[in-house]
């Protein structure tokens, strides 16, 4: 397993939030990628078939399937772009296949939290951030009835296509019930 000091960590966090120049910064990221390709953890993934732990990670064995949703591709994301203004939010912003790969993966590997996670993950890129952060919001104990709970897991059902999430909220709107964790229950 590639591990990182804190030192190492800290020096490029700080490079990115200290305007450090943006060959440094590459200098920094490369020297990461480096130690990575150095323990042997660029080799190519199988071409064919199923996802397993051998295409793990992707951005490195399987770069080829981890597109931005936008489009742009791992490659096309530069320091220099960043800098320049040329990338924004939405190019960083994960695809929900690239998190059904990691939903794959994670199966492989008898994880399956973690791949219903990531299930869940990759619905939630389908629903607006806005959205996303009221519904969080709302997710708080004592913020919504079992109701509202239920009406919002609908709405994630049938406007979002999100029913691994709804089956989730229902399932919190049952558990704040039984806890008296609803709007009016303090």
Do not use: H
Request: with cysteine.
């Amino acid at each position: 397993m590639v591990s990182f000091t804190k030192d190492q960590i800290a020096d490029i966090i700080r490079k990115v939030g200290d305007g450090t120049s943006p060959e440094a910064l590459e200098s920094a990221v490369k020297n990461v990628l480096a130690k990575l390709q150095s323990e042997g953890l660029s080799a190519p993934a199988s071409q064919g078939g199923k996802l397993d732990a051998s295409s793990y990670p992707l951005g490195i064995k399987r770069k080829d399937l981890v597109k931005s949703a936008t489009g742009l591709g791992l490659d096309d994301i530069t320091i220099e772009k960043v800098i320049a203004g040329d990338i924004q939010f939405d190019d960083i912003k994960t695809r929900p296949e690239t998190l059904a790969y990691q939903n794959e993966i994670a199966k492989s590997v008898n994880r399956p939290n973690l791949a219903n996670n990531l299930a869940r993950a990759g619905e939630m890129t389908r629903i607006p951030d806005a959205r996303l952060l009221e519904m969080y919001n709302f997710l708080r104990p004592y913020r919504a009835t079992k109701q509202e709970m239920i009406s919002m897991a609908e709405e994630l059902e049938e406007k979002y296509q999100a029913p691994a999430c709804a089956k989730l909220v229902r399932e919190a709107a049952d558990v704040y019930e039984k806890n008296n964790r609803l709007k009016g229950d303090r």
